[in-house]
């Protein structure tokens, strides 16, 4: 009895043993995923895709645009509740009938227009037709229309999860700040400007990923209207005056300055290139003195989501006011409202108590340009065609920086494994991938249980020097194929040589306009020398060693020398020559792709190198 109880408490200490060390991988496995540095939209994809709470909380966390935001704006964006069952979500808020949330269940597209009015206006409803549904909330009309609510919140987060919301827009409150008077933003307002920058993140992946019928590939709406704050005349003002600054630290004359001094550093890095950061970068968003357009926030939101800005004053539209406001916006058709201004001696005065209210002309500009993004959503234009400058340090960077039009990047963002080609491997370094499911087909040199159910091929890529597979064999490599030209193009007939002479013209009558380029003769500075030198008196009793009809032959030891003179010290003796490099190709058929069937096809490929 008492052997079988020690054996017994043997077991139980190797269980505990085993279920702590299980507790301790556990969590080794989720420090390592955490510690994986992916961009803020593989978390987003993810949690759009897959619902996981986790990958919501990083893509907020990651996000530029919600970087320097108190934690308290940035809470609740991500409910714990889950977006799983739309039915029950609709059910828990209480404002909405039951055909309500029936119509709102079946549209395939919501306007959303948050911060309404207590009114609002009826020339939005127009839009709720057919399968489109207007859904406005205003905190004045109805407490449950609070975004802040954790019910009204899920609500807007499941439609723009499946690809419902097709338009976001509204103004936020929080307007008296704007105008730049000094002291810290209200949180609350900041809270707000989060919640509905991130709705429409959330609708922009929902519709690449979930949308369907007329919703695939459609772009969502965004328009965000807040005072313009600092206006058009002060910003260039201000331009200029940073011009200034920096045309006062250089020297004229002379294409560099002298040795500058601490004092100097400090003065430059203040006047000029601080100012110039925080212009393009954003200044801090919680203060109140700078405009929100200017700020952090929304210039990290502009910049990764592609937004432009309009500006203009509202009196023009039938405000009271001169208003002057900007609009943050994707759509394309508001871009016409840019700079319409009143006159410089109108009467009407620079703000009013009821500001926050839109002018008829404003509201009915929105309403046309929505109604055009209904029938054809065009975006604000944007830089999408990369030139091959810019492709190229694309793929050298590794796809780094996600865009929209690189196949690569959409492919493999969030959903799934990267696929990512890798142009500067390292030597003696084994690549491999698995292509599939393949299509069946007939294969004369496979036949019976050999080559049954092959869908998959696990192809590697194993690079090595020349030199190396050389001095392995004893052999020299064979020389490369070159490639098949391919067969001569058959003559033409006469007939097609009149069918071609009729739609190209005579070929003999090409060569009658070809003039002839002219001789041009360059008359002063033929050395390239530019022209603000001043030129050196001494230069004139420099004879040279040799004619000026003959060319120096270029000494290799001269090369050398120019060549090594930026390198290394200790790299200059050393074989600093890259080795050509060859590789080998191995395939291996598989019947699926898990991973034990891969393992042992990456395992026979090793055992063969070794």
């Not at 609708?203 to 459609?218: D, Y």
């Amino acid at each position: 009895m008492e052997a079988l109880s020690l054996i017994a408490r043997i077991e139980d200490r190797k269980l505990e043993q085993l279920e702590n060390e299980t507790v301790t991988t556990k969590d080794k496995v989720g420090l390592s995923a955490m510690a994986m540095e992916l961009h803020w939209n593989h978390y987003l994809y993810d949690y759009v895709a897959k619902g996981s709470f986790e990958s919501g909380l990083r893509a907020v966390r990651d996000a530029p645009f919600f970087e320097d935001l108190p934690g308290e704006c940035i809470s609740g964006l991500i409910p714990g509740g889950g977006l799983e069952n739309g039915w029950d979500i609709f059910k828990l808020n209480g404002f909405l009938t039951r055909p309500q949330r029936r119509k709102l269940m079946g549209s395939k597209r919501w306007v959303v227009h948050l911060f309404a009015g207590a009114e609002g206006h009826w020339q939005v409803m127009q839009l709720d037709q057919g399968e489109t549904s207007v859904i406005e909330l205003d905190i004045a009309r109805c407490s449950g229309h609070d975004v802040l609510r954790d019910e009204t919140w899920r609500m807007l987060l499941w439609g723009a999860k499946h690809g419902k919301v097709d338009v976001v827009m509204g103004g936020p409150p929080g307007r008296s700040l704007q105008h730049c008077k000094g002291g810290d933003r209200d949180v609350k307002s900041l809270k707000l400007i989060a919640r509905m920058m991130w709705l429409y993140a959330v609708a922009q992946v929902g519709r690449e990923i979930n949308a369907s019928g007329a919703n695939v590939n459609r772009e969502v709406a965004f328009v965000m209207e807040y005072p313009e704050g600092f206006p058009a005349d002060q910003r260039r003002a201000r331009e200029q005056q940073i011009q200034e600054a920096e045309d006062a630290c250089r020297v004229p004359g002379r294409r560099r300055g002298p040795v500058a001094s601490w004092d100097g550093t400090r003065r430059y890095w203040e006047q000029v290139q601080e100012r110039r950061w925080n212009d393009q970068v954003g200044w801090t968003t919680v203060r109140g003195d700078v405009a929100f357009w200017d700020t952090r926030m929304w210039k990290g939101f502009q910049r990764e989501l592609e937004m432009r800005t309009v500006s203009f004053d509202q009196g023009v539209m039938g405000g009271a006011t001169r208003n002057q406001t900007t609009l943050g916006t994707n759509v394309n058709s508001l871009m016409a409202l840019d700079e319409a201004r009143l006159p410089d001696d109108d009467p009407a005065p620079l703000r009013g108590s009821q500001d926050y209210i839109w002018s008829a002309g404003l509201v009915r500009a929105i309403t046309v340009a929505l109604k055009f993004w209904d029938r054809d959503p065009r975006c604000a234009p944007r830089l999408c065609a990369m030139t091959a400058e810019q492709w190229k340090n694309h793929v050298d960077t590794n796809h780094a920086v996600y865009r929209k039009d690189c196949a690569t990047c959409v492919m493999s963002r969030g959903i799934g494994r990267q696929h990512r080609r890798i142009h500067h491997p390292e030597a003696y370094v084994l690549t491999a991938d698995v292509a599939g499911p393949l299509s069946p087909g007939l294969d004369a040199t496979s036949k019976g249980t050999l080559g049954k159910n092959l869908r998959y091929l696990l192809i590697g890529k194993y690079l090595v020097p020349k030199q190396f597979i050389e001095e392995y064999t004893g052999k020299p490599l064979p020389a490369e194929v070159p490639k098949d030209p391919g067969p001569e193009p058959l003559p033409l007939t006469e007939e097609q040589q009149c069918d071609m002479d009729e739609l190209f013209g005579d070929s003999e009558a090409k060569g009658i306009l070809q003039l002839d380029a002219p001789q041009v003769e360059v008359i002063g500075n033929v050395t390239g020398e530019h022209s603000g030198w001043t030129h050196d008196e001494d230069a004139g009793d420099y004879e040279p060693s040799e004619p000026p009809g003959e060319e120096e032959p270029v000494e290799e030891e001269q090369v050398e020398e120019e060549g090594t003179g930026d390198l290394n010290v200790v790299m200059q003796s050393g074989d600093c020559k890259p080795p050509e490099m060859t590789f080998l190709t191995f395939a291996v058929a598989l019947p699926n792709n898990q991973s034990g069937t891969v393992k042992r096809g990456v395992q026979d490929m090793v055992l063969y190198l070794q």
